[in-house]
T-cell receptor, first 114, second 113 residues
Framework: GAGVSQSPSNKVTEKGKDVELRCDPI?????LYWYRQRLGQGLEFLIY????????KSGLPSDRFSAERTGESVSTLTIQRTQQEDSAVYLC????????????FGPGTRLTVL | DQQVKQNSPSLSVQEGRISILNCDYT??????FLWYKKYPAEGPTFLIS?????DKNEDGRFTVFLNKSAKHLSLHIVPSQPGDSAVYFC????????????FGQGTRLTINP
């Protein structure tokens, strides 16, 4: 079956522009997560969606970052007025939900802000 | 503050020998731990996990050990194979039921033929 897919795979933008990143989770997975990985660092949690519950936004670094999810399908992560420090690989993961379910990751979107 | 730490940024092991990757955590409220493997330009791939009620979990060549009193876990790979060369991340979850993963910085494992 299809895994988690993300688009675009690479995005280069100019400082101050808005960008939108897309994630298609595994069908049937109720939980969806966004992480980012800066160069040489571990993965950093951004936001988590679980079914119809309010999302856990505790990892979003500033109000320039927002995310939406349509039902239990596609999610978009939007970064407004991008800054150079936003350059990173943005990774999406999905799972069946629950405390001990492994998260399956997509290949990521590499964002470069010039 | 770094709640999950992998203090070795890199590790080099000869093919056929045992690879031991280490991870320390600071928050005793974590109750679920995972190891992921990552190749360049790919997302992390789940390897093995362990619940805090256990101290060992084994899956083929991979074994994870958990020492809760020391807040330490390790991943053993034996025998090591060239295809095991990748970056390995440990991750933890479960504080107050939260499912988000807190990751270490990763250890780059190189298996030498």
């Amino acid at each position: 079956g299809a895994g988690v897919s993300q688009s675009p795979s690479n995005k280069v933008t100019e400082k101050g522009k808005d960008v939108e990143l897309r994630c298609d989770p595994i069908s049937g997975h109720t939980a969806l997560y966004w992480y980012r990985q800066r160069l040489g660092q571990g993965l950093e949690f951004l936001i988590y969606f679980q079914g119809n519950s309010a999302p856990d936004k505790s990892g979003l670094p500033s109000d320039r970052f927002s995310a939406e999810r349509t039902g239990e399908s596609v999610s978009t992560l939007t970064i407004q007025r991008t800054q150079q420090e936003d350059s990173a690989v943005y990774l999406c993961a999905s799972s069946r939900g629950g405390a001990e379910n492994e998260q399956f990751f997509g290949p990521g979107t590499r964002l470069t802000v010039l | 503050d770094q709640q999950v730490k992998q203090n070795s940024p890199s590790l080099s092991v000869q093919e056929g020998r045992i690879s031991i990757l280490n991870c320390d955590y600071t928050n005793s409220m974590f109750d679920y731990f995972l190891w992921y493997k990552k190749y360049p330009a790919e997302g992390p791939t789940f390897l093995i996990s362990i619940s805090s009620i256990k101290d060992k979990n084994e899956d083929g060549r991979f074994t994870v050990f958990l020492n809760k009193s020391a807040k330490h876990l390790s991943l053993h790979i034996v025998p090591s194979q060239p295809g095991d060369s990748a970056v390995y991340f440990c991750a933890a979850s479960g504080i107050q039921g939260a499912q988000k993963l807190v990751f270490g910085q990763g250890t780059r494992l190189t298996i030498n033929p």
